[in-house]
């Protein structure tokens, strides 16, 4: 018969399930199988729930951070930048070594990942609050098809917002 887990052990279970989004992962990490992992989770959805709150919420916090010092790490940018341009350090560097700086330069000038994780959330909330107006107003056939249509529509916001952005 296996152990029994310990309050603590479900806690941290439910935090890294909810971090990770997978049952299988997490049930690696602890040494239990994917089912205990499903099972602690679905035993304890207000802490999942709780869970999930916070992690948007130091989202949120972690965010608002970088926005404030926004300008402070475009002059810490504008340096690195400039010191790349050194042609005696251009010269003293090895070829990988200037490839390498090349890459990331390029790499963060064209992806945004912050930008499309934002988005991806946005659309997921509005996604999540549409289904629920419309799970609420209307019988359930009906509410199938407005929320596709509704679905639709905010894809569609989403979409315009991240281009008019660009």
Excluded at 7 to 23: F, R
Excluded at 44 to 66: F, G, H, S, W
Aim: a negative charge; one cysteine or more.
């Amino acid at each position: 018969m296996a152990a029994r887990l310990t309050d603590k052990q479900k806690k941290e279970i439910i935090a890294d399930y909810v971090e990770c989004g997978s049952y299988r992962a997490t049930a690696k990490k602890f040494g239990v199988s994917a089912m205990t992992v499903r099972s602690v989770c679905t035993d304890n959805p207000k802490t999942v729930q709780k869970c999930a709150q916070k992690r948007e919420q130091n989202t949120a916090e972690i965010l608002d951070y970088m926005d404030s010092r926004k300008e402070q790490a475009k002059m810490v940018l504008d340096a690195y930048i400039k010191a790349l341009k050194d042609p005696g350090k251009i010269e003293a560097a090895k070829l990988s070594e200037i490839a390498t700086a090349m890459g990331i330069v390029i790499d963060k000038f064209i992806n945004n990942p912050m930008k499309h994780q934002l988005d991806k959330q946005k659309l997921e909330i509005e996604l999540l609050k549409l289904e629920s107006q419309i799970k609420d107003s209307q019988p359930e056939e009906e509410a199938e098809d407005n929320f596709m249509d509704a679905l639709n529509a905010a894809a569609d916001d989403v979409w315009e917002d991240s281009h008019e952005k660009e």
